[in-house]
């Protein structure tokens, strides 16, 4: 009987200069996508991972140059912030319909900061190993 086993590392980079700066030139360019894709979504009231990613996966890689995986990638982190925000609405942790925080929250797209998170597994990185003393 074979098992298969998803294993999870922790790893440490240790990038050079140049790759620090252009991993952090990523980051940016796919918050500023984040952004630019949730205030598109927000406007059309289209939260559908498969409805966005139709609508606005090619756009998105044109626009800002990101490759297929970290589009996807992209749409995701968004789709699920929109997900995260509904169900905090409808738990009530905005206040009750009709409230000022609510109307606030409800009448704004999300915005991503600039250094803020984003995802990346094996598809989006290169890897080279080395043992440490």
Same mark, same amino acid.
């Given at each position: 009987m074979l098992v298969d086993v998803k294993q999870s590392v922790q790893v440490r980079l240790m990038p050079t200069r140049e790759q620090a700066t252009a991993l952090l030139a990523t980051v940016h360019t796919c918050n500023a996508a984040a952004s630019w894709l949730s205030a598109?979504?927000?406007?059309? &009231?289209?939260? +559908? $991972?498969?409805? %966005?990613?139709?609508?606005?996966?090619?756009?998105?890689?044109?626009?800002?140059g990101l490759a297929a995986q970290p589009t996807i990638r992209v749409i995701g982190k968004t789709v699920d912030a929109y997900t995260a925000l509904?169900?905090?609405?409808?738990?009530?942790?905005?206040?009750?319909? &009709?409230?000022? +925080? $609510?109307?606030? %929250?409800?009448s704004r797209p999300i915005v991503f900061r600039a250094d803020g998170g984003q995802p990346f597994d094996a598809r989006c990185l290169s890897w080279q190993t080395q043992r440490l003393p």
């Amino acid at each position: 009987m074979l098992v298969d086993v998803k294993q999870s590392v922790q790893v440490r980079l240790m990038p050079t200069r140049e790759q620090a700066t252009a991993l952090l030139a990523t980051v940016h360019t796919c918050n500023a996508a984040a952004s630019w894709l949730s205030a598109r979504m927000h406007a059309l &009231g289209e939260y +559908r $991972r498969f409805d %966005v990613q139709k609508l606005f996966y090619a756009e998105l890689r044109e626009r800002f140059g990101l490759a297929a995986q970290p589009t996807i990638r992209v749409i995701g982190k968004t789709v699920d912030a929109y997900t995260a925000l509904r169900a905090n609405l409808g738990a009530g942790n905005y206040g009750p319909p &009709g409230s000022a +925080r $609510r109307l606030k %929250v409800e009448s704004r797209p999300i915005v991503f900061r600039a250094d803020g998170g984003q995802p990346f597994d094996a598809r989006c990185l290169s890897w080279q190993t080395q043992r440490l003393p």
